[in-house]
């Protein structure tokens, strides 16, 4: 039974249903178009997925066009169990009950104590009950029941890591101390804004500071390497160049903007919403006004 859910067609099809149900939510549109792009990557595949999680794990899989690192989780999930536990919350099908029974060591009779004496409806929650104690509570629980419980859960939830950096892309000593003792500055005057971490915060209450910093080079977009290349050979003009650049800097923050809205806290979005969009108008509108950008019609000319 276990290989129909191994299909590529199966899978391909699991895919587009969460682009669709994203987009009937009104979630972010990259973020379900990408659920679909990364479907049509595994339809088009001439050899099984299962073969390839088999041979290179998550790796092989995000090799392939359109597959990051949290697409590739979810379609190894599917080839392992034949279930994609975020596709069935979305559908609103997977009771709370039903959850906690993904979590190996915990059956039916288990799941139905710790839902009712507990009152959480998520894993977080659970972790969270784990921690503090309440989970030995449960009848049949006991204190190593739940410390297996907790590491388990601690494996489930983990953030992937990134990828090691390559050689010449770490971060110097100087640079991660100079991040760190401004955030702890900012955080102590209470100048950051907070964001409601999901796990150990049965409140939900946004506590956790966050900042982004620029420091030398380190957070330097390659369009600004590229441009500066091409006006030393005299492809382009000095000006057309800086203009680049500019639409370089301001697509830049944008999207910063959009991976807030798709993966922090919605709060943090509206606040950086307006300022966001000033900055962008504003820069340009300088441009357009401040470089001679005539340069554009006669690429245009080129290319027509």
Known sequence: MLQRFRTNEYIADRMREMGDLLTQQGANPFRARAYRRAGETIADLDRNVADIVAE??????????NIG??????IDEMVATGRWAQLERLRGTLAPEKLFQTVPGIGPGLAREIHDHLHVETLEGLEQAAHDGRLETVPGMGARRSATVRATLAQMLQRVRPRPPAPGEE??????LDVDREYRNKAARDELPKIAPRRFNPSGEAWLPVVALVSGLTDADA???????????GLI???WAAFNAV?????????????????????LFRKLLGPVVIIGCAG???AFIYYDIS?????AEAFG
């Open 295 to 299: 340069a554009v019609a006669r690429v």
């Open 237 to 239: 003009t000095l000006d």
């Open 284 to 286: 340009l509108g300088s």
């Open 171 to 176: 971060l110097g000593v100087e640079t991660i």
């Open 56 to 65: 290179a794990g998550r790796a092989g899989l995000t090799a392939l066009p």
């Open 69 to 74: 690192t949290s697409l590739a989780a979810a």
């Open 247 to 267: 639409l370089g800097a301001i697509a830049n923050t944008f999207m910063k903007l959009m991976l807030v809205y798709s993966l922090g806290d919605k709060g």
């Open 223 to 233: 369009i600004a390497f590229s441009v500066s290349d091409a006006q030393q050979d």
